[in-house]
């Protein structure tokens, strides 16, 4: 499903003021796309998994450092927020956010949240992230407005430190891990 449209030999690694000046605002106020089919239209938070969306748009193709764009519209539970659940039981949790400013200036031009894949009891819990690029409220519409301006920038890759699993296994009382710290300790000491 996925088609580029850059020259062959080129690698698509916008920064973050790359997605929101040349993809995010132009969507949302109707203008053209530098290349069209580059970031592609998907609803993220729908009923596909991560891998799914994935495997669908070409990520087992891409190197490690590539990543998958999207533009995906938000959809509001409330004024205030939004549902970011995903396929079967899943959804994003947001770890972290950070305003983006224009290039040399304290202008913010966009909001860039980070997210993990969560779904306890499933093999892929941890491992996805996402990066969500919006406009600043003031210049979109309300979150459940059918304007473009509702439009994010998603970014999809996969994580390269999921969460451990501890699977069937019941954690060590405190005094077990003791003991077994000086086990290895004592181990270490010996082979010195």
């Known amino acids: 499903m996925a088609s580029y449209s850059i020259p062959a030999g080129y690698k698509f690694h916008p920064s973050d003021e790359d997605v929101v000046r040349f993809y995010l605002r132009p969507k949302a106020t109707g203008q053209p796309l530098p290349y069209p089919d580059i970031v592609f239209e998907f609803d993220l938070y729908g009923e596909k998994e991560p891998s799914e969306i994935w495997d669908m748009f070409g990520g087992p193709s891409l190197d490690e450092t590539e990543d998958l764009f999207f533009f995906t519209k938000l959809k509001p539970l409330s004024r205030s927020r939004v549902n970011r659940s995903v396929g079967i039981g899943g959804t994003w949790s947001n ?3 950070k305003t983006i400013f224009a290039r040399g200036t304290r202008i913010p031009i966009a909001m860039k949240r980070n997210f993990r894949y969560e779904n306890p009891g499933s093999l892929q819990d941890g491992a996805w992230i996402m990066r969500e690029y919006s406009l600043p409220m003031k210049t979109q519409p309300d979150v459940g407005s059918s304007s473009s301006s ?5 970014r999809l890759s996969k994580n390269d430190r999921p969460k451990p699993k501890v699977v069937g296994e019941v954690p060590a009382k405190k005094e077990e891990m003791k003991s077994l710290i000086n086990l290895h300790k004592r181990k270490i000491d010996q082979e010195r």
Request: aromatic share 12%; charged share 10%.
């Open 95 to 97: 770890e972290s956010s």
């Open 150 to 154: 509702s439009y994010v920038v998603c």
